[in-house]
């Protein structure tokens, strides 16, 4: 495909930019050279002079060369994998019993067999295994961060490509390579990547959080509709296979697999969500759910013309002529309802009051009232010996109303603490009682139990409109979203999640305003832990609110959620300091769960990259989590680009949800020893080292913060088009207010990847250098999973790190001397930890045991490398423009410029 786009590249051209192709072969060949020759300065300097020799149309046109060709990469690598996925499962066809899913250690189909091998104290029984898979749930919430950089049109198009080159391969594997088929399969080819070419891509204006909801939402319903039923049918396959029979076939309505989403619900540091686009998203996700249902009950109309039925069936339906053929009859009713509520969502969508009616017998308001009638169906064939009618579209409808619902998935709501602390104290100096955020912790807990238990509402609605004075449009928008909540319809929304939660009153005061709005079945209440302050001081908060009856009362079947922030806790503390505070922190707060007998689900708020917890190997990933913390129940974000890399595509999609499956199950019922005392002195170590190095430089240095601005696309990233949020929480404020995502991602773009690693190195220096720690440590490594998976993925950043990289960036951009001297120690922290790292680990080279992540990088490193360039060379224009320019034509020109070589750097660093 590469080729391909060269030619087309070289024959599409426009006068301003004629030259394209010449000058990506030349930049790429100097690109190449460089790392031939050892990083050389000299041919490092031809490429920068040559970036500076081209005009600002031309750097934009070769940015966009080189994106695309990462872009095309991306697609092919997503191909290949699934192509040797198929060709593996292909080979095990000749079995006796084939396989549905890959009998490999990440997969169902080899975590299922491993298990039951298993013999004495740690020995599996069929049963455990059977009632693991249909109690257990991962729950998958799609966030709409600011790290997708394709368009969704884009998007759709690489989503082509790879549907071609899996026909390819059916050709192909045919003998038909030089057929007609071929020839057009290969003209649909090329026109697909001439459009990628020809079509701008280049967000012209912010997303609103709508678009944002629709973007995301596209995932599920062009890909999980279909890949998500598929795959659980391959589950009960394998269950069956595996276990013993159709008695362990996954029950039609077990729900291993669920998605929610905060796109729309996400408000926190976002002025843009506001409770009207809240409401909007969530009626527009039941218009979504309840079409794509229709289409499926309209097949099932057309497939399902039996006449046998069971009496109980045809007592339903009745005995006139229209319900001669009772499934049909019995279905378009089914449609009557769906259609009509469509309809009465739909009418939530105007700007009109509603005028549609809605009662249960209107409108399917949950999605047990569907169920039952689906399997109402189900089973009248299956008693009537017409099972076999009921295998394909009438179990996938059936499966996906268990998963999706009527909904198509719960929205979450998200806000920060102080905005309830705003609310109330509004409230109770509107009602003469003082100022709620004058009240020491423990007033506030007192008045809030008192409150929490009264049947009298403090405040009604719109009572706020008549003392503008004491309620500010913050506070009006906080009441009003919690009024929005209590209108929406049941399963709409799932939890409330708090973040900077920091004292047991900003978990409670969100059960109080919940409750004085009215909302009849109460939202979970999620306390989001996120600094490293926060994680030490969690098991407090919530010894606190587990000693308050009027907080225990209002928990429904005593069942609590926690979110862990693994971004701002990395931010503030480093990767490692981090990650074991993290660790720590679920295991004290699962124990005291079951001191308490509360049922505790963690919420990981995870990133795609290692520096915000991400894990490009997530089997490895959920069994490092602290043992018992997961017990079966497994939510967690995909954000950003990661929910395409995932779930774009079909096969891609299955197997995901495969290894997520396979995982919870492993981590249940695999014995995993937790740390010796000694490890866990060690760790504390580790920890307080490598903080007390990142905190040094990150926020004790005073010329870390003018580097960083200057070094790094920091400044430009909130002024692009890439996602509805501010950057920053707050409009004032440095690095502290600065959202971990624009934090991780203006360092990915210089390759310098500081986050993941600043403080890691003399940690471990340190400890390898003491006669004391030495021999421990290295045993550490070796024997736990855990702290060898977080080294390795160090490592791993490490190998795809690029210092020289990030000192052009300090050359080109940088002007103060002091900045440019920390640049220089900071390279030298890097160089530092490599060799600690390749101390500790035995190796040779960085990722030497990692074959397949030496390739890729070979392939892609010369062209990042010349976007790199590119890069700092536009910066360094678009800081000339005099301020009072505007938004001139250069300027615009310059950020689409900046803009594509983000996408083309993110697209060619992929997991970091």
């Not at 029984?125 to 919430?141: G, K, N």
């Not at 966030?143 to 490509?161: D, G």
């Not at 720590?584 to 308490?596: G, N, S, V």
């Amino acid at each position: 495909m590469g080729s391909m786009l060269g030619r087309i590249i070289s024959t599409t051209t426009t006068s301003t930019t004629s030259n394209t192709f010449d000058s990506v072969e030349r930049l790429r060949l100097l690109a190449k050279e460089w790392r031939e020759n050892g990083k050389d300065d000299g041919t490092f300097a031809q490429m920068a002079e040559y970036a500076a020799s081209l005009s600002n149309e031309e750097i934009q046109s070769v940015a966009r060369a080189f994106t695309h060709f990462l872009a095309l990469a991306n697609t092919a690598e997503a191909h290949h994998r699934t192509r040797k996925n198929r060709t593996y499962m292909a080979s095990k066809s000749l079995e006796e019993v084939p396989l549905a899913l890959m009998d490999k250690r990440d997969s169902c189909g080899g975590v299922i067999p491993e298990l039951l091998q298993r013999g004495g104290e740690n020995a599996v029984r069929p049963s455990d295994v059977y009632e693991s898979l249909c109690s257990q749930q991962v729950e998958l919430v799609l966030t709409a961060h600011p790290t997708e950089v394709n368009k969704r049109t884009i998007l759709q198009k690489k989503k082509t490509v790879l549907e071609l080159l899996s026909k390819a391969d059916e050709i192909r594997a045919g003998g038909r390579d030089k057929s007609y088929e071929a020839s057009l399969l290969l003209q649909d080819l090329e026109c697909q990547i001439s459009s990628l070419w020809q079509s701008d891509e280049v967000a012209r204006a912010k997303p609103s959080p709508q678009e944002e909801a629709r973007r995301g939402m596209l995932v599920l319903e062009s890909v999980l509709w279909e890949a998500l039923p598929e795959f659980l049918e391959k589950l009960s396959y394998t269950m069956q296979r595996e276990l013993g029979g159709e008695e362990y076939a996954l029950p039609l309505t077990a729900c291993p697999i669920k998605f929610s989403s905060w796109m729309g619900g996400d408000r926190d540091g976002n002025p843009n969500v506001t409770p009207d686009v809240t409401r909007e998203v969530v009626w527009r996700n039941r218009v979504q759910s309840a079409e794509l249902i229709i289409k499926e009950v309209h097949a099932l109309i057309d497939e399902l013309t039996v006449l046998n039925c069971t009496d109980a069936f045809r007592a339903v339906v009745g005995n006139s002529d229209e319900a001669r053929e009772p499934y049909r009859y019995f279905l378009r009713q089914i449609r009557h309802k769906l259609e009509h509520t469509r309809k009465w969502a739909d009418s939530y969508l105007d700007d009109s009051e509603p005028t549609i009616s809605a009662t249960q017998d209107d409108v399917y308001m949950n999605k047990q009232q569907l169920l039952d009638d689906l399997i109402m169906v189900y089973d009248s064939l299956v008693e009537t010996n017409n099972g076999n009618m009921t295998k394909g579209r009438l179990t996938h409808l059936i499966r996906n109303v268990a998963s999706f619902g009527v909904t198509l998935c719960a929205l979450d709501v998200r806000q920060e603490s102080t905005r309830h602390t705003e609310a109330l104290d509004a409230i109770t100096r509107h009602l003469g009682i003082g100022s709620y955020a004058e009240w020491d912790e423990t007033t506030r807990i007192s008045w809030l139990s008192q409150e929490m238990t009264s049947k009298r509402p403090l405040l009604r609605y719109g009572d706020w409109n008549d003392a503008s004075e004491l309620f500010s449009s913050t506070v009006v928008d906080t009441l009003e979203t919690f009024a929005m909540i209590a209108e929406c319809q049941e399963e709409s929304l799932g939890a409330y999640v708090i973040s900077q939660a920091t004292t047991p009153s900003d978990v409670m005061a969100v059960s109080l305003l919940q409750r004085n709005a009215g909302v009849s079945q109460p939202l979970r209440v999620v306390p989001l832990f996120e600094t490293l302050d926060d994680l030490n001081g969690a098991t407090k908060t919530m010894e606190t609110l587990y000693s308050t009856a009027a907080y225990v009362g209002s928990l429904v079947n005593r069942k609590q959620e926690i979110m862990i922030g693994y971004s701002d806790s990395a931010k503030d503390a480093g990767r490692l300091a981090a990650s074991w505070a993290q660790y720590e922190t679920q295991e004290a707060l699962a124990a005291q769960a079951k001191k308490y007998q509360i049922d505790l689900t963690f919420f990981h708020g995870k990133g795609g990259t290692v520096g915000r917890g991400g894990n490009p190997s997530t089997f490895n990933a959920i069994l490092s989590h602290a043992p018992d913390t997961i017990n079966g129940n497994f939510r967690v974000t995909e954000q950003g680009e990661m929910i395409y890399q995932n779930f774009g595509h079909k096969e891609r999609a299955e197997r995901t949800l495969d290894i997520y499956t396979a995982a919870v199950l492993a981590e249940k019922q695999l014995e995993r020893p937790a740390p010796t005392e000694n490890q866990r002195a060690l760790m504390n170590k580790l920890s307080q080292i490598s903080c007390d190095a990142y905190r040094q430089i990150v926020r004790g240095d005073d010329r870390f913060v003018p580097y960083f601005r200057s070094a790094t696309p920091e400044l430009e990233l909130s002024s692009l088009n890439i996602g509805s949020r501010p950057a920053k929480r707050k409009a004032s404020g440095g690095v502290e207010s600065l959202r971990a995502i624009p934090w991780i991602f203006a360092w990915t773009q210089t390759r310098l990847n500081l986050p993941t690693w600043l403080g890691v190195g003399q940690a471990i220096d340190e400890l390898l250098s003491s006669e004391e720690y030495a021999e421990d440590l290295r045993k550490m490594y070796k024997e736990w999973d855990s702290f060898r998976t977080t080294i390795d993925l160090v490592e791993m950043v490490l190998a795809k790190s690029e210092p020289d990289v990030a000192k052009h960036y300090e050359d080109v951009l940088v002007s103060d001397p002091l900045a440019k001297e920390l640049g220089s120690e900071i390279r030298n922290v890097h160089l530092n930890t490599e060799r600690a790292v390749l101390e500790l680990a035995g190796h040779e080279t960085l990722g030497e045991n990692n074959e397949l992540l030496a390739r890729v990088l070979k392939v892609r490193n010369p062209y990042v490398d010349c976007l790199n360039v590119l890069q700092a060379e536009t910066l360094k224009r678009l800081r000339s423009v005099p301020d009072d320019e505007g938004t001139s034509e250069r300027k615009k020109l310059l950020n689409d410029a900046l803009l594509t070589t983000i996408t083309g750097i993110a697209n060619g660093m992929g997991n970091t």
